[in-house]
Antibody, heavy 115, light 108 residues
């Protein structure tokens, strides 16, 4: 199983980014997926989750209304659309398999929000 | 939101010795508790779930115990590759699945 994130980068406060996570080696459509982030030198924070079909989504209070999780099961890809970015959103964003217990992690993509 | 508190923040142990890491939940999470290991520059790795079930391929020197609010991760005989940061995570009251702040296990 492999999860490969992309789309991170440097963005100004108030800006937007779209993260992608390409999954391989698993029946992607059968699994819920999540995003977990880690600010530099800090601990882990669950950000968002999505059901296997994409019909149900979940968000941390810190990102609700600004971030949107989605998936394309035909492309085995998970997304995180991030709008109205803030300095406190600066972190390494991990794509993880499953909803609650995270057995498989990507290598992460770094998002830096700074002017 | 359930708050997870890990202790100590840093634990210094010699190779070959036993390490005991603690995690406490602000309210009961039953057995819905996982442990992760993170080495510098790497993604976290799942070690334990269901408070005491080892992930596939995890050496038997790692064991988890506890239920309710108090949990322990024990590494019975530390190997050099075990020195890392360890996080606990509750997934009973989800979302969100909250993590502890981590315990850094360092070589004494």
């Amino acid at each position: 199983v492999q999860l490969l994130e992309s789309g991170g980068g440097l963005v100004q406060p108030g800006g937007s980014l779209r993260l992608s996570c390409a999954a391989s080696g698993l029946t992607f459509r059968s699994y819920a997926m999540s995003w977990v982030r880690q600010a530099p030198g800090k601990g882990l924070e669950w950000v968002s989750g999505i059901s296997d079909s994409g019909g149900t989504t979940y968000y941390a209070d810190s990102v609700r209304g600004r971030f949107t999780i989605s998936r394309d099961n035909s492309k085995n890809t998970l997304y995180l659309q991030m709008n109205s970015l803030r300095a406190e959103d600066t972190a390494l964003y991990y794509c993880v398999k499953d909803r609650k217990v995270y057995q498989t992690w990507g290598q992460g993509t770094l998002v830096t929000v700074s002017s | 939101e359930i708050v997870m508190t890990q202790s100590p923040a840093t634990l210094s142990v010699s190779p070959g010795e036993r390490a005991t890491l603690s995690c406490r939940a602000s309210q009961s999470v039953g057995s819905n508790l996982a442990w992760y290991q993170q080495k510098p520059g790497q993604a976290p790795r799942l070690l334990i779930y269901g408070a005491s079930t080892r992930a596939t391929g995890l050496p038997a020197r790692f064991s988890g115990s506890g239920s309710g609010t108090d949990f322990i991760l024990t590494i019975s005989s530390l190997q050099s590759e075990d020195f890392a940061v360890y996080y606990c995570q509750q997934y009973d009251n989800w979302p969100p699945g909250t993590f502890g702040q981590g315990t850094k296990l360092e070589i004494k």
